[in-house]
């Protein structure tokens, strides 16, 4: 990764023409970054928070209250995390015209995929902020630190499945499927469209556990935590240890899986050009 770090002006390129390619030819351009978010958050909470009563309201004491909150908040970081991965594992395939032609650092391309994510979650963070305001939002310093916490692991740990499967995907193009189906269970294997009490009680303490290993889990709580729960009368319950114990776990496994992502990488970028 260190190659990076001296290459910071080639990673600039490469988001700028990542960005300028995909919005080559559109009329809204950057503006999708408001409107696919908006259109999903809109179909989940007319089938969720209304349909199935997942919203609090007088006549529906059991659900969630400022429910509209508590889903965006997850989905502006679900998100993050589905298409940074999927651009970082097609990367590599993706520029492999590129590759060909003149050497450097290949690792640029899976970490530019996730820049590229990033940067259309500022403007998803900005109307999640504007949202929170307007519903009574005053976080705590530890509250905006959490939230810090949950999009450093979520990030990491996209940067680290991206480097791996970006270069297996060189040699077996069966990982794109594998990863379409991880991001198609990453929403609902995450406390994004329910509450973590749900998961407790249907399946138990030892479950929820291992329910709690899984880092997009934990950023996502950690997103709620900071945004959702100082916009209630705080009378919600947080995860059990989230700040003093399943953060830092999240924290090392995220790191372990980069480490592991980079190394995979290195160990098989020398024959990318033939392969591509």
């Known amino acids: 990764m260190a190659d990076i770090l001296r290459s910071r002006f080639l990673l600039k390129l490469l988001v700028s023409k990542e960005l300028k390619v995909r919005y080559r030819g559109s009329i809204l351009g950057l503006l999708w970054s408001y409107v696919k978010p908006g259109v999903q958050f809109v179909v989940f909470y007319i089938a969720l928070g209304i349909f199935l009563n997942l919203e609090q309201s007088p006549s529906n004491t059991g659900g969630l209250p400022n429910y ?63 949202a929170c305001l307007f519903n009574g939002w005053n976080p705590s310093l530890l509250q905006l630190a959490s939230a810090v916490a949950g999009f450093v692991i979520v990030a990491l740990l996209a940067t680290g499945l991206g480097l791996l499967f970006g270069a297996v995907n060189v040699y077996f193009r069966d990982a794109e499927n594998l990863v379409d189906m991880l991001l ?60 003093s114990l399943w953060i830092p776990i999240a924290l090392v496994i995220s790191a372990a899986v980069l480490l592991v992502g980079q190394l995979v990488f290195r160990r098989l970028e020398g024959r990318f050009a033939q392969e591509l």
Not at 87 to 107: D, E, F, T
Not at 209 to 214: D, I, P, R, S
């Open 68 to 130: 509209a909150i508590y889903l965006f908040s997850g989905i502006v970081l679900i998100n993050f995390f589905t298409e940074a991965l999927g651009n970082a594992s097609r990367s590599i395939v993706g520029n492999g015209g590129l590759i060909k032609k003149i050497y450097l650092p290949r690792q640029l391309f899976p970490v530019a995929s996730v820049w590229v994510s990033g940067v259309h979650f500022l403007p998803q963070m900005l109307i999640l902020i504007v």
């Open 184 to 243: 198609m269970i990453a929403t609902w294997a995450s406390p994004v469209l329910y509450s973590w009490i749900m998961v407790r009680e249907k399946l138990g303490e030892t479950f929820f556990n291992l329910y709690q290993l899984n880092p997009i889990t934990v950023g996502v709580e950690a997103f709620h935590f900071a945004f959702w729960l100082p916009t209630t009368d705080g009378a919600e319950a947080i995860p059990p240890h989230l700040l």
